[in-house]
């Protein structure tokens, strides 16, 4: 199964992302990871993103486009779950084109829906070093003005499903599941 997870920051994907990849046995694939990894490793991909990350700015497409594609070539022949990819109406357009290219198109997409300020309570309970109140706002702002614009492009294709992602995470979780669940047996 290829899945695709979107909604805000603090609605939980990578948390659900990852418990989908646990359970499927698919590569969680979240560029947010790939590009912290490589700031810790201090290659060149980590130093191009760290000052776009650190000002909550989203990483350009000619940067992240190429490393998605590589990350599903080479980890994703069995299925994945992406996370923090695509964040706009371009990366979409792409991600989708390169997906038939390669002949592994989206099976699903769930988009975990918050209200802003739940998102806002929540980023500020798991405050990594680069969620400042500021970047917050700025990171917020941004989903809703680049991001937002992709829910249209996957309502399009019938396989944009809505979660309720302000409950927990096992009644999440319990809904991801089911979901999942309606699209294996169509498969």
């Not at 560029?31 to 201090?42: K, Q, S």
């Not at 497409?61 to 998605?68: A, K, R």
């Not at 988009?111 to 500020?124: K, N, P």
């Amino acid at each position: 199964m290829n899945i695709l997870i979107v909604g805000p920051q603090g609605a939980g994907k990578g948390t659900q992302a990852t418990r989908i990849a646990e359970e499927y046995g698919i590569p969680h694939l979240a560029t947010g990871d790939l590009y912290r990894a490589a700031i810790a490793e201090g290659n060149e991909l980590g130093k191009l993103v760290a000052p776009i990350l650190e000002s909550g700015q989203l990483v350009p497409d000619e940067i992240t486009i190429p490393l998605v594609k590589n990350e599903v070539i080479e980890r994703g022949e069995n299925g994945f779950v992406l996370d923090g990819y695509p964040r706009n109406l371009a990366q979409a357009e792409a991600l989708d084109e390169m997906l038939e290219e390669i002949e592994r198109p989206l099976s699903i997409i769930l988009l975990l829906e918050l209200d802003d300020a739940v998102a806002r309570e929540r980023m500020l309970e798991r405050a990594r070093h680069d969620d400042t109140p500021d970047v917050i706002e700025r990171r917020l702002a941004t989903y809703h003005q680049t991001t937002e614009p992709i829910v249209e492009h996957y309502l399009a294709t019938g396989k944009l499903v809505k979660i309720h992602a302000e409950r927990t995470i096992d009644e999440v979780w319990t809904e991801i599941s089911d979901a999942l669940e309606q699209v294996q047996a169509r498969a």
